[in-house]
């Protein structure tokens, strides 16, 4: 883990998602592999492991730095800017 100052930026509770699933992949025909909650807005995008890689678009339109898994069982965040679970 790391000392990420982004986290202590984040809105207090977490957004709720505002999608189920990843709207990219649905719009494309695609399926996620797993998926990914930012924590900044609320918006749920496809891993780096899924064909269109829609967290990391997001991150990289939006600079919205910290994600979370939105997968059952998961909570491990991570920091787009620092490139390193938090």
Same mark, same amino acid.
């Given at each position: 883990?790391?000392?990420?100052?982004?986290?202590?930026?984040?809105?207090?509770?977490?957004?709720?998602?505002?999608?189920?699933?990843?709207?990219?992949?649905? $719009?494309?025909?695609?399926?996620?592999?797993?998926?990914?909650?930012?924590? /900044?807005?609320?918006?749920?995008?496809?891993?780096?492991?899924?064909?269109?890689?829609? $967290?990391?678009?997001?991150?990289?339109?939006?600079?919205?730095?910290?994600?979370?898994?939105?997968?059952?069982?998961?909570?491990?965040?991570?920091?787009?800017?620092?490139?390193?679970? /938090?």
């Amino acid at each position: 883990m790391s000392d990420c100052l982004h986290v202590s930026a984040l809105p207090r509770p977490e957004p709720a998602p505002l999608s189920a699933t990843c709207p990219g992949c649905l $719009a494309a025909g695609t399926h996620p592999v797993q998926l990914r909650l930012c924590l /900044v807005c609320g918006h749920v995008g496809c891993c780096d492991s899924s064909p269109l890689q829609h $967290a990391t678009g997001h991150f990289k339109e939006t600079g919205h730095p910290v994600m979370r898994s939105f997968e059952p069982g998961e909570s491990w965040r991570w920091c787009f800017e620092d490139g390193s679970i /938090v």
